[in-house]
């Protein structure tokens, strides 16, 4: 039976506290998301909350009801006391990491840059790490610092409230001389308002199938052994930790690779584990027929000594198929899917010191 990882939780309470009452239009902070979405990670074993609680006197019933531990930072009178839970929490998160060796997992909830450093050390001890932040008061910082990192507006369960955008005023400009008047026409351009100011648009599903194409070739080139789904989204976490499935509207990382596998972007095949598939790029199907258009399009464009310069062949790709994308296919840049073009026997490249350019052409005209 695999042993579950043990997460230890650490809560720099202001910082959140007053992240989230800020930029969601005074809205208490809500602890049960958060622990709802590590209980899908692991089991805490430690809830640890840092602040001056006479600050925050319904949040503190609110978090020993959840049965987080609540540390006391008191705010001297006259005395600046800033980074004082900072230091407090920092040092108790690395004491932890060398006092309990089975705790695996520890959990940063700030959106703090100062807390860069922790993030590091944790790391180089071997310790995964999780961030947890309010989306408009996290420094950029501390993201890519951390193994995964969850924005607290994204997590199920938070509700934020529409923001009203206010319309800003005509501004009168003087006029030196009258216009004649013109009769109003009906606008093609949309309203102001055409959709809620406080919601986020759906991210783009096809840029994601690039980055999972592009990561599934690097995982193939590095390893020799088989890329599954669990790896693929480590992987995916590596590059970018704010990244998850539910932003692109898939319930599951397993929804989005059915998905991407309907659409002949990935290939799934039974993996080493139950629910764990293996995950690989077609190796026919649309790679063939791009490389058929390339070798088409090669052969009608070509001049009198047979050639087509590199540059602008893309674009001429794109007119005979407008949904043409290499990296879709895997390929980093269009340079490299020629390549590999060339090496399935599709077309022959060559550098041209006259031409300054890669030249393709046909071996044998399309029969």
Request: hydrophobic share 35%.
């Amino acid at each position: 039976m695999e042993q579950e990882d043990r997460i230890a939780l650490f809560l720099d309470y202001e910082n959140l506290a007053l992240g989230a009452r800020d930029h969601h239009g005074g809205k208490a902070f809500d602890f049960r998301p958060i622990a709802d979405a590590l209980a899908e990670r692991g089991r805490v074993v430690v809830r640890r909350a840092y602040a001056d609680w006479s600050y925050f006197d319904e949040d503190r019933r609110m978090l020993t009801r959840s049965h987080v531990e609540l540390i006391e930072i008191p705010q001297r009178m006259g005395a600046s006391r800033k980074n004082a839970a900072d230091i407090k929490m920092a040092v108790d998160a690395v004491e932890l990491a060398f006092e309990r060796g089975y705790i695996s997992t520890f959990v940063i909830c700030t959106g703090d840059s100062d807390f860069t450093p922790l993030v590091h050390k944790l790391r180089e001890l071997n310790k995964r790490v999780i961030g947890v932040g309010v989306e408009k008061s996290t420094s950029a910082l501390l993201p890519p610092a951390c193994d995964e990192f969850l924005y607290y507006d994204r997590l199920e369960g938070v509700d934020i409230p529409p923001v009203r955008e206010r319309r800003a005023r005509p501004t009168r400009q003087p006029s030196p001389e009258p216009q004649p008047v013109e009769r109003a026409t009906p606008s093609t351009e949309p309203d102001v308002e055409t959709a809620p100011a406080g919601e986020e648009p759906a991210r783009d599903v096809d840029t994601l199938a690039v980055l999972v194409a592009q990561t599934v070739a690097g995982l193939q080139g590095s390893s020799s052994g088989e890329v599954t789904a669990s790896t693929l989204k480590r992987t995916l976490l590596r590059k970018d930790p704010t990244f998850s499935e539910s932003d692109y509207g898939f319930r599951t990382f397993g929804e989005l690779l059915r998905h991407l596998a309907a659409h002949n972007v990935v290939e799934l095949a039974e993996g080493p584990a139950k629910g764990d598939p293996e995950v690989s790029l077609p190796e026919h199907g649309d790679r063939e027929v791009a490389f058929g258009l390339l070798r088409s399009v090669v052969h009608d464009l070509a001049g009198d000594d047979g050639t087509v310069a590199l540059s602008g062949l893309k674009n001429q790709l794109r007119r005979a198929r407008p949904d043409f994308s290499e990296k879709k296919l895997g390929y980093r840049s269009f340079l490299q899917f020629c390549r590999a073009a060339a090496t399935g026997g599709a077309v022959d490249l060559r550098w041209s010191p006259d031409a300054e350019d890669y030249l393709l052409t046909t071996r044998t005209p399309p029969g």
